[in-house]
């Protein structure tokens, strides 16, 4: 499972021009789920993303996560977070799990966030969505439940 964080002061998500989801300051968190990821995989996204200390603290030190500053989460599923790109100019989707296996494990990582007290907005699965957003400082984390960066 792969995660792309984003600290932000405010994000959106729309389909067809009408609104999914919206956040003031907090995180923005596009994950992507791998054939064969497991529930291991989803708690370690989970608690990574609630967890993350990349929000300031009084004396300007990235020391405080999204929970202990108050801020929201917007989830948005982005399944070419597998892209694999290393042979030619077209990537691969291989690895990217079928939406069968991604709906309830996505489902499951936006019910895991809500669970730690975080307000969620989302996006809609396998809808062509319009993310904006402000990157806060700018601040992006790369999560990789297996690892591989």
Do not use: W
């Amino acid at each position: 499972m792969r995660c792309v964080i984003q600290r932000v002061s405010s994000a959106e998500v729309r389909v067809e021009n009408r609104l999914c989801g919206q956040i003031g300051p907090g995180l923005v968190a596009l994950l992507g789920v791998e054939e064969g990821d497991t529930v291991t995989d989803l708690r370690y996204c989970i608690d990574k993303t609630a967890n993350l200390r990349i929000f300031e603290d009084e004396q300007g030190k990235m020391n405080r996560s999204v929970l202990d500053v108050g801020g929201a989460v917007l989830a948005v599923s982005q399944f070419t977070l597998h892209g694999d790109a290393r042979k030619g100019l077209r990537p691969s989707f291989i690895r990217a799990a079928r939406p069968e296996q991604a709906i309830p494990l996505y489902n499951a990582y936006c019910e895991g966030l809500r669970a730690t007290g975080l307000q969620v907005a989302e996006g809609e699965f396998q809808a062509h969505m319009h993310v904006a957003l402000v990157n806060d400082g700018p601040v992006t984390i790369l999560l990789d439940s297996k690892r591989g960066f």
